[in-house]
């Protein structure tokens, strides 16, 4: 990195102008830890200043530019009243005020009888404009540096807008030269600037695009920010597959025959379609890592059990990890027995297996007497061994995070990956979180699946509510009833279920059961089984059935308080029904306090049952605060890109990053070429330090 002079750009934040003190963190909290951090807090509104001749042409609130003769000075008796300059338009008088203001200071700023330039916002009270404290005061002579607009970062309580300028001019001054990492030909087909062009440009917008995605400099940067953090997961997914290299899973493919000859159905063309791809990728020698998409009920289950065969036909163990324990029976319900008639020996593992059973599965698993284990985290866990794992599935991926689905492969092996999940989150974003891995979409769903009706009602209307349901089972029906959360609380979502547990109760009697998280796992099981083959026919439960739970007799969902739940989790739980051959219908039931954002949350699930457009809408409708829902979705942050306002855009720039570090990925895996050493000067601006491991620099 010798030629590149990253001092200037990485020397902490404070070493800027006026961040010191007590406002040190404050500032670290706003701008970041380093000079380059200031550079990438962008601003977020402009202000227009528009010059008048008379005071009268200005609005109330409006910012203007207007020259005036001082004519007196009236300074403050108490400190709650202002200090008054009296001044002219040549027509009109009005006040120019200040609060607190130190007399000298402004007797030097305004000389009587002198003429100055006043730019600021005027306020209008009754017929009487004034303008408090200024933007900026100007000589005639110096109109020359007349400012007409001035650029608004986005600020927090502490640190003024002129404070973040100063910093941020200052940085600007030292942006050394360097040389650009992406390539000449690239930057000039989308006409994009120098990345320092950009920044100085991104600094200075003049009108409102160029505060938005929809201005080429910000369209570099966000490249860059992109393309960092693309780069960022390949060359970390690289160094996996170049320091343990993976295994080579072909095998004759009787398992796989003897199953689909089993199975009820057959496969729908796109899961033939996707199993295709997955085999391409299990029979070359580096480890695959795919993530399957496809909607609820869409049947990624016997694709991922498919592929699971496939392993154990190459000699090697496959394991499927699960992100509930309901959920690991559920799929070692149809798996184990399925499987025990060809010849494959399956097991659970979850927490609940202890003791001698819990050794037995180990040694099992250990000297290879188990071909295929399915279980919660508890199969990632230190004491767990493998003879040898080829695959590993990870149902509802985004249930966990990117670093349970790499520990599998720290503990050694480096099998296959491959991770389900139910597009909880909108197209645009997917690279973002799955950059590193390959892609394959279940577009359809198996045929003969009907439509599932969606009906938002007001909670007032309980007692018609029973009264249908009475009715639904009467025709035989199952029904799911969940209730509402409570604060995020465990404690209180049961109380709320248990409430309305008793009060079907006394409707239903012994045909309503009641499951939830606090339940023992046997407790569970045997309310869940009473669900599935006996005579309870209404659940009522707490979030614990949301995902993947598959009761194809259940065809009515009830969910209370609607408005309290995500639309990802309404779709999900939603998905719970229609699984069989009978329609289902779904009932939103919402209270009294209902959002406006609650309320088209529901109107968006009764209008489609699409999973990708919910999720579009959903990250709609979170909109500005916490950009990404970042924490919800576990969506890595991004500066620049704003995936809320430009979702076109960041889509498009994200897949060409994506694109582009892949192919750097190949060419120059170690960035040991000129341009190489520019695209880790690159990570490092913006803060992927964790990647540079993986580099020779
Ligand atoms: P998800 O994608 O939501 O995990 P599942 O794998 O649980 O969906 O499948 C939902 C239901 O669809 C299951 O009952 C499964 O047996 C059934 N199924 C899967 N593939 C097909 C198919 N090709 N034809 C008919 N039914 C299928
Ligand atoms: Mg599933």
Redesign the pocket.
């Known amino acids: 990195m010798q030629n590149i002079p990253i001092h200037p750009l990485f020397a902490p934040l404070e070493t800027l102008p006026g961040i010191e003190g007590r406002r040190k963190s404050l500032f670290q909290r706003l701008l970041g830890a380093r000079v380059v951090d200031a550079l990438l807090h962008l601003p977020s509104n402009i202000i227009q200043y528009r010059p008048i001749q008379s005071i009268l042409q200005a609005e109330s609130g409006e910012n203007i530019i207007i020259e005036v003769d001082i004519l007196s000075h009236t300074p403050s008796i108490q400190r709650t009243k202002p200090y008054k300059i009296m001044c002219t338009d040549g027509r009109h008088t009005f006040e120019i005020i200040y609060f607190n203001a130190v007399k000298p200071y402004l007797q030097k700023l305004y000389p009587v009888g002198a003429r100055k330039i006043i730019i600021g916002k005027v306020d209008r009270y009754l017929s009487q404009a004034k303008i408090a404290h200024p933007d900026a005061v100007l000589d005639t002579a110096n109109a020359q540096h007349l400012i007409t607009h001035e650029v608004i970062y986005p600020l927090t309580t502490g640190v003024t807008n002129k404070c973040v300028q100063r910093a941020i001019n200052q940085a600007l001054s030292r942006i050394p030269n360097f040389p650009d990492w992406l390539d000449e030909a690239h930057v000039k087909q989308h006409g994009w600037p120098s990345w320092r062009e950009a920044i100085l440009a991104v600094h200075a917008p003049k009108t409102t695009i160029d505060l938005s995605l929809q201005s080429k400099f910000r369209q570099r940067l966000a490249f860059d920010e992109f393309l960092s953090h693309q780069l960022g997961l390949q060359l970390a997914r690289q160094h996996q597959v170049r320091t343990l290299p993976g295994l080579t899973q072909k095998g004759g493919g009787q398992l796989v025959q003897k199953l689909l000859s089993a199975?009820?159905?057959?496969?729908?063309d796109a899961?033939k379609h996707v199993v295709h791809e997955i085999f391409e990728d299990m029979a070359l020698p580096h480890p695959m890592s795919r993530l399957i998409q496809?909607?609820?009920?869409?049947?990624?289950?016997?694709?991922?059990l498919i592929a699971m065969l496939k392993a154990i036909e190459a000699g090697n163990q496959a394991a499927m990890l699960a992100p509930t324990d309901i959920l690991a029976r559920q799929h070692a319900e149809?798996i184990i027995d399925l499987v025990a008639q060809i010849g494959v020996r399956a097991a659970i593992l979850t927490a609940r297996e202890k003791g001698k059973a819990k050794t037995k599965i180990l040694d099992q698993l250990a000297s290879g007497e188990i071909d295929l284990i399915i279980g919660t985290h508890a199969i990632i866990q230190d004491k767990v061994e493998f003879k040898k794992l080829g695959l590993a599935v990870i149902?509802e991926q985004h249930r966990f995070g990117v670093e349970q689905r790499l520990q599998l492969s720290s503990k050694g092996y480096n099998p296959d990956v491959l991770a389900?999940t139910?597009t909880p989150i909108p197209r645009t974003l997917q690279l973002a979180n799955y950059g590193d891995m390959d892609v394959s979409i279940?577009a359809q769903k198996?045929?003969?699946r009907l439509p599932i009706q969606t009906k938002v009602i007001n909670l007032d209307r309980l007692e018609e509510i029973v009264e249908g349901a009475k009715r639904a089972l009467e025709e035989g029906a199952k029904i799911f009833w969940v209730c509402p959360l409570v604060k995020e609380s465990e404690a209180l979502d049961l109380s709320a279920a248990e409430d309305r547990f008793l009060h079907l109760q006394q409707i239903f009697e012994t045909r309503v059961g009641l499951v939830h998280g606090q339940m023992k796992a046997q407790e569970k099981d045997a309310v869940m089984d009473h669900f599935i083959n006996g005579n309870v026919d209404i659940l009522i439960a707490t979030t614990v059935i949301e995902v993947?739970v598959?009761v194809?007799a259940a065809t009515i969902m009830i969910i209370e308080h609607a408005e309290r739940f995500g639309l990802a989790q309404l779709h999900q739980l939603r998905?719970r029904i229609g699984?069989?051959d009978k329609p289902g219908t779904c009932i939103l039931l919402y209270g009294k306090q209902l959002s406006q954002v609650g309320r088209k949350r529901l109107e968006t699930m009764r209008e489609t049952s699409d999973g990708f457009k919910i999720a579009e809408a959903d990250l709609k409708l979170r909109g500005g605060g916490d950009v990404l829902g970042t924490r919800q979705s576990g969506m890595p942050g991004f500066k620049i890109a704003d995936f809320v306002e430009h979702p076109e855009i960041c889509s498009t720039l994200l897949s060409l990053a994506n694109k582009e570090a892949r192919r750097i990925c190949k060419e120059d895996p170690l960035l040991e070429t000129p341009k190489g050493q520019a695209l880790a000067f690159l990570l490092k601006l913006f803060g992927r330090d964790e990647a540079m491991k993986y580099t020779r620099s």
Do not use: H
């Open positions: 199975l009820p159905f057959e496969l729908t899961q496809g909607d609820v009920g869409s049947g990624k289950t016997v694709v991922a149809t149902d389900m139910a279940i198996p045929a003969g993947g598959n194809p998905g699984r069989g």
